[in-house]
Structures are given as structure tokens and as C-alpha cells.
């Protein structure tokens, strides 16, 4: 702080200043004390408050009337509706804001079930499966067959084993992206395929039928030195056309798009090991509307 600083600009001659730290911050001020000819108008009076003092009294007090709502609103929900006192929104009605729905269960690395029968429990279904159906996992015979049977109708798994099978284990595929015969990737890299939904919406919903639209990225290549697919991403689209089956949701057929997508930052990509870190150390998450 300068000198002028510690007297205080504008002070006129004969002015007394006392400092003082503020019980603020400790933040140092300097207070001015007034010639004796200014401290009142002689009938014991002092002079009014300036309009900058009634400007911060009135913004302290919009402040915490803020505060003081903002926290009654919070404080009075209740644990099954994520802490909001109110009624969830109809679904599209805010297509961006998350209805604060209870998440459904899904623990040990196991897909989420027993959604709502409602549209909100249609689209978490929509979401969760879509992370499933996008994993790594479908690429080992044991996982895609467990994921299949837990994702899709009774019926429509059964129809769809043999075409899943034969689509996920074609030779010429899995050498196009880079994986053993097995599905398994060379040894050195880590296979990555992950699926993060942006949002979801209701395109038709009839009570026990409804498609769902999912908005989310992918990251899909192998990570690791020398991999001819480095992990790269995308955004897609997927509309899930799903029926309430046995006590909840199930997928009955989809259809996929590309986008939107959008303008890639200008960062500099992370090195393989960076990447196939990152996959192994960060975990997924249970999605609800």
C-alpha cells in the first residue's frame, strides 16, 4: 500500500485518520475522521447518510432476504423426491432441468432396474440402458449376454442373441477396430467403449409403451502406445422404443443417428496412457430423469 494509500486520497488538510483492521477478512481500512466543524449541524445532529451507505444497507438486505428464501425452499423437501418439496415437473417441460426423481438402485457394477412406470422412469430406463448397451462389456460373450437379457424384452432377447453374437464377434469387425479374435484388445492397450448421456426426452409415451430419445457422447479406440484406433469421440443420438414388461421397462427395438455435435475445443489431446488411466480410475454413474 503507498503512502497516499494509507493516508487516503481526497483527505483534506487538517483531517485526522485513524487504521484499523477490519473484522472482515482482517482486510486493512483506513477510517477518516472529520474536521470538528463537520461532525454535526450545532443542534446535536449529525449529517445524513450519503446515498452510497443507503445503497449498500438496501443490497445487504435484498441479499439476505435471497439467502434466507433460497434456504427455506432447500430445507423443506423430502429424501424420495431428491429433496425438493415440490411435485416433479411433467415430462418436457423443462427439457433441460433434472426432475429430481429418486435414482433407481444399480450397485456393484450391475444395470439399474426398476424404474418408475411413468414417463420419467421411461426415459432413466432409456439412459441407463444406452450406457449399457455402448460398454466394453458387450464385446465378451458372457457380459453381452447378461446385458442383453437384462436390457431387452424376454422375447426380443431371445430373437436377438444369435444376431448380437454374430455381430459382435464377426472376424472382420473386430479386426477393423482393432481387437483379438476374442474380443479382447492386444496386449500393451486398453479397449475403451463409454457412453455419457447429455438429456433425454419423450417422443410418444402410451402408459405401457413409450420411445425415448437419448442425446450423449461416446468414447471409443484403444489406448495405449502404438494403437493404430486411439480413443476418439462421438455424439449421437438413439430413440429406444420400450415396453413395460414384468414390473418395468424394456427395450423392444432402436434406431441411431449421428449428432448433434459440437464444436470441438481447441485442446490438445491426452497421451494414451493419460486416457486408459482415466478409464480405469473413473467409474460410471446411475442415470435418472
Same mark, same amino acid.
Given at each position: 500500500?503507498?503512502?497516499?494509500?494509507?493516508?487516503?486520497?481526497?483527505?483534506?488538510?487538517?483531517?485526522?485518520?485513524? #487504521?484499523?483492521?477490519?473484522?472482515?477478512?482482517?482486510?486493512?481500512?483506513?477510517?477518516? $475522521?472529520?474536521?470538528?466543524?463537520?461532525?454535526?449541524?450545532?443542534?446535536?445532529?449529525?449529517? %445524513? $447518510?450519503?446515498?452510497?451507505?443507503?445503497?449498500?444497507?438496501?443490497?445487504?438486505?435484498?441479499?439476505?432476504?435471497?439467502?434466507?428464501?433460497?434456504?427455506? !425452499?432447500?430445507?423443506?423437501?423430502?429424501?424420495?423426491?431428491?429433496?425438493?418439496?415440490?411435485?416433479?415437473?411433467?415430462?418436457?417441460?423443462?427439457?433441460?432441468?433434472?426432475?429430481?426423481?429418486?435414482?433407481?438402485?444399480?450397485?456393484?457394477?450391475?444395470?439399474?432396474?426398476?424404474?418408475?412406470?411413468?414417463?420419467?422412469?421411461? !426415459?432413466?430406463?432409456?439412459?441407463?440402458?444406452?450406457?449399457?448397451?455402448?460398454?466394453?462389456?458387450?464385446?465378451?460373450?458372457?457380459?453381452?449376454?447378461?446385458?442383453?437379457?437384462?436390457?431387452?424384452?424376454?422375447?426380443?432377447?431371445?430373437?436377438?442373441?444369435?444376431?448380437?453374437?454374430?455381430?459382435?464377434?464377426?472376424? =472382420?469387425?473386430?479386426?477393423?477396430?482393432?481387437?483379438?479374435? #476374442?474380443?479382447?484388445?492386444?496386449?500393451?492397450?486398453?479397449?475403451?467403449?463409454?457412453?455419457?448421456?447429455?438429456?433425454?426426452?419423450?417422443?410418444?409415451?402410451?402408459?405401457?409403451?413409450?420411445?425415448?430419445?437419448?442425446?450423449?457422447? /461416446?468414447?471409443?479406440?484403444?489406448?495405449?502406445?502404438?494403437?493404430?484406433?486411439?480413443?476418439?469421440?462421438?455424439?449421437?443420438?438413439?430413440?429406444?422404443?420400450?415396453?413395460?414388461?414384468?414390473?418395468?421397462?424394456?427395450?423392444?427395438?432402436?434406431?441411431? $443417428?449421428?449428432?448433434?455435435?459440437?464444436?470441438?475445443?481447441?485442446?490438445?489431446?491426452?497421451? %494414451? =496412457?493419460?486416457?486408459?488411466? /482415466?478409464?480405469? !480410475?473413473?467409474?460410471?454413474?446411475?442415470?435418472?430423469?
Amino acid at each position: 500500500m503507498s503512502q497516499g494509500d494509507e493516508r487516503g486520497y481526497g483527505d483534506e488538510p487538517g483531517d485526522r485518520t485513524d #487504521d484499523a483492521y477490519s473484522t472482515l477478512g482482517g482486510t486493512r481500512q483506513t477510517r477518516t $475522521r472529520l474536521p470538528d466543524g463537520d461532525e454535526g449541524d450545532g443542534y446535536g445532529r449529525r449529517p %445524513a $447518510r450519503n446515498s452510497r451507505s443507503l445503497v449498500m444497507i438496501v443490497g445487504v438486505v435484498v441479499l439476505l432476504i435471497a439467502a434466507i428464501a433460497f434456504a427455506n !425452499q432447500s430445507g423443506n423437501g423430502d429424501e424420495g423426491s431428491g429433496g425438493s418439496g415440490k411435485e416433479p415437473p411433467a415430462a418436457g417441460a423443462g427439457p433441460t432441468a433434472a426432475t429430481g426423481t429418486k435414482p433407481v438402485q444399480g450397485n456393484g457394477g450391475t444395470i439399474a432396474s426398476g424404474f418408475a412406470h411413468d414417463e420419467q422412469g421411461a !426415459q432413466s430406463a432409456a439412459a441407463n440402458y444406452g450406457v449399457a448397451l455402448g460398454s466394453a462389456e458387450m464385446f465378451d460373450e458372457g457380459s453381452r449376454r447378461e446385458i442383453t437379457a437384462a436390457v431387452y424384452a424376454p422375447d426380443v432377447a431371445a430373437a436377438r442373441q444369435g444376431d448380437l453374437d454374430k455381430a459382435y464377434s464377426g472376424k =472382420e469387425f473386430l479386426t477393423r477396430i482393432g481387437l483379438n479374435a #476374442d474380443g479382447t484388445p492386444p496386449a500393451g492397450l486398453t479397449f475403451i467403449s463409454r457412453v455419457s448421456p447429455v438429456g433425454s426426452k419423450v417422443e410418444k409415451f402410451g402408459g405401457d409403451t413409450a420411445s425415448v430419445a437419448v442425446w450423449y457422447s /461416446a468414447l471409443f479406440g484403444l489406448a495405449g502406445e502404438g494403437s493404430k484406433n486411439p480413443v476418439s469421440e462421438g455424439w449421437y443420438t438413439t430413440t429406444y422404443e420400450l415396453s413395460w414388461v414384468n414390473g418395468d421397462w424394456k427395450v423392444t427395438d432402436f434406431t441411431q $443417428r449421428d449428432g448433434p455435435a459440437p464444436v470441438g475445443r481447441d485442446q490438445a489431446a491426452s497421451s %494414451a =496412457e493419460e486416457m486408459a488411466d /482415466a478409464v480405469e !480410475q473413473f467409474g460410471g454413474f446411475t442415470y435418472a430423469r
